[in-house]
């Protein structure tokens, strides 16, 4: 073998080393921006909602996401440092509210950035980040879903409608890419729970959501759906 062959041989191995080390740093490869619709969550929940839901999709959370395994999880111990996140409580409490018992949002943002936040870096870098990108997605760059439907001219009056109209509004806005759908059934009503928005692993652009509830999962949707 020559000195090319060897350099040649010398750079794959190394690219490989590179390729594997970094794959294995960044514990993920996708976001899911998930947000849940007020009512729906209420219905499903065993316990009764402390007070009534808005009809309104709000955030459940930014969710650092694998193509095929467990979803990365729990990266830190530490809580949400609550000083640092005081001039953007109000705004959260209003996007990102805990649905089930309102006197307690802190509690709910703290188990999702523990949970989900804290395994997104980058390009999450922090508690505070994490919270201030969420808004920056739902508020300034419009992903709103509840805002992306009405849009449509796609209201929550409670009525059937072909899941299908409400792809085709999400798809609209967010680049033709697919979004994903969890329901519920209970007592033989099924009810549309959540949409997620899915982004690549910078959250720089939107991608089709991977891994869809397949047929056999409950949390499979309908082709028609109350909304
Ligand atoms: C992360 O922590 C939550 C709450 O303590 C727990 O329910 C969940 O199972 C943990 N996830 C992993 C992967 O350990
Ligand atoms: C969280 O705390 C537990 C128990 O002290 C420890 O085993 C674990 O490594 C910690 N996890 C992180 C991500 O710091
Ligand atoms: C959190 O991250 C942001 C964005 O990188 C940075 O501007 C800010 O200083 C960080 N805050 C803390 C307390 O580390
Ligand atoms: C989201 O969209 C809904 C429906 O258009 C609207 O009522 C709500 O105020 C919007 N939320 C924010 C924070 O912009």
Sequence with gaps: MGITGMIHIVTMVFSLIVLILSSST?????????????????YFNPTPCKDPPDKLFTVHGLWPSNLNGPHPE???????????????????????????????????WNKQWI???SCGNPPIMNDTHYF?????????QKQNVSGIL???????????????DIENAIRKSINNKKPKFKCQMKN????????????????????????PF??????????????
């Design 26 to 42: 960044v514990g993920y490869d996708y976001f899911q921006f998930t947000q849940q619709y007020q009512p729906a969550v209420c």
């Design 74 to 108: 729990n990266c830190t111990n530490a809580t949400v440092n609550s000083q640092r996140i005081t001039n953007i409580q109000a705004q959260l409490k209003i996007i990102w509210p805990n649905v089930l018992d309102r006197t307690n949002h802190v509690g709910f």
């Design 115 to 117: 949970k989900h936040g």
């Design 132 to 140: 201030q990108t969420v808004i920056n997605m739902y508020i300034t």
């Design 150 to 164: 009405s849009k449509a001219k796609i209201e929550p009056v409670g009525g059937k409608r072909p899941l299908v």
């Design 188 to 211: 033989k009503v099924t009810k549309l729970v959540e949409i997620s928005l899915c982004s690549d692993g910078s959250l720089t652009q939107f991608i089709n959501c991977p891994r």
């Design 214 to 227: 397949l047929p056999g999962s409950p949390y499979l949707c309908p082709s028609d759906i109350e909304y």
